[in-house]
């Protein structure tokens, strides 16, 4: 499949927006579906709906096939070493609270470390600070630079042999840059820490192998890789998996149930209580399908391109300051213009057709570290052209136009 082609798959782009063509660039936020995603949710619904691993009848045979089948799929596409690696969630977030809530809560003791960056979005802080305040670890932050990366040499000075976890973004959703996460998980392990990494902003835009970057857990949302929404993914390592409590009790995880205790299924099951998200799984395996089919180097060539055009006219704006590292960024720009604040450039740009985001992001701490108490956000993906790109330009220059000569309140 030719990415030039990729648009017309998505049956959402082919609307206008107060007269004008829809501009969605707000990938980052949640990525449009295309056909086959939304086909293979339809048909599930039509043909095979049923409950999972319980029943023996054709529907729920249909099901559980589908259901595991696309197990298998996710755990080919990240390179996991089996199947039973891939826990499905409701998101990255549940993902995150899984490792935090159960991991965490069982190796971490008073005095110990969990490591993190201010760059992080708050699923991936948030259950490190309740977990750090349940275990009475320290919860330690990698420095980060002005354009708010960091160094390699920071994850060295930061780590310790008390750091029991290492919780870091793959790319961050404000930055668009890659973390070196292979080489992070060389200093963590060198240390006896595990590395968990959110992949939330990666998966859709790059190759990832999990045993080429050497985590130990990986967290990603199907909705932000063309998937449903309500369908997550966690990977970890099974002798880690194998390890870990459930944190949620109920039906389907158990092997045994008395009047007084129960035992568990093995992993991942046991961390899958209730009806499972059955529908969300079969469109995330669709999802995947369509992914391949273009193949993840041509979508990383194609939003890293289309990023270098948008930040290459930017620059030449007056009043608009851009944030983060220019290089090496895949997928999105942040910045702000001088006297409009983030959300009343949204509202204009919405006039003009074009979707973005506007706010803190779910990064509070580094938005301080900016000295931004919000900015705004424009992220593309497999479907957005430089035409998208130059009606978010055009739709830039009309909001100054408007804003000209007003002054902040």
Known sequence: MNISDVREFFPILHQTINGCPLAYLDSAASAQKPIQVIEALTHYYEQNNANVHRSVHTLGSRATEAY??????????????????????????????????????????????????????????????????????????????????????????????????????????????????????????????????????????????????????????????????????????????????????????????????????????????????????????????FLKQIGLDVIEAHDKQLTRYAIEQMKRMEHLTLYGPEEGRCGLVTFNMDHIHPHDLATVLDMYGVAIRAGHHCCQPLMRHFGAGATARASFYLYNTEADVDQLLNGLNKAASYFEGVQPG
């Open 68 to 289: 595991e089948g696309a197990r298998v799929r996710t755990a080919r596409f990240i390179h996991a070493k089996q199947a039973e690696e891939i826990v499905f969630t409701r998101g990255a977030t549940a993902s995150i609270n899984l490792v935090a809530g159960s991991y965490a809560r069982a190796v971490c003791k008073e005095g110990d470390e969990i490591v993190v960056s201010a760059m992080e979005h708050h699923s991936n802080l948030l259950p490190w600070q309740q977990a750090a305040k349940t275990t009475g670890a320290v919860l330690k932050y990698i420095p980060l630079q002005a354009d708010g990366s960091f160094t390699i040499q920071e994850v060295e000075n930061t780590i310790t042999n008390r750091t029991k976890i290492v919780a870091i973004s793959h790319i961050s959703n404000v930055l668009g840059v890659a973390n070196p996460v292979q080489q992070i998980a060389q200093i963590a392990h060198k240390h006896g820490a595990v590395i968990m990494v959110d992949g939330a902003q990666s998966i859709a835009h790059i190759k990832v192998n999990v045993q080429e970057l050497d985590c130990d857990f990986y967290a990603f949302s199907g909705h932000k890789m063309s998937g449903p929404t309500g369908i997550g993914v966690l990977y970890g390592k099974k002798a880690l998996l194998d390890g870990m409590e459930p944190i949620e009790f109920g039906g389907e995880m158990i092997a045994e149930v008395g009047l007084h205790d129960a035992s568990w299924k093995e992993a991942p099951w046991k961390f899958e209580g209730g009806t499972p998200i059955v529908a969300g799984a079969i469109g995330l395996g669709a999802a995947i399908d």
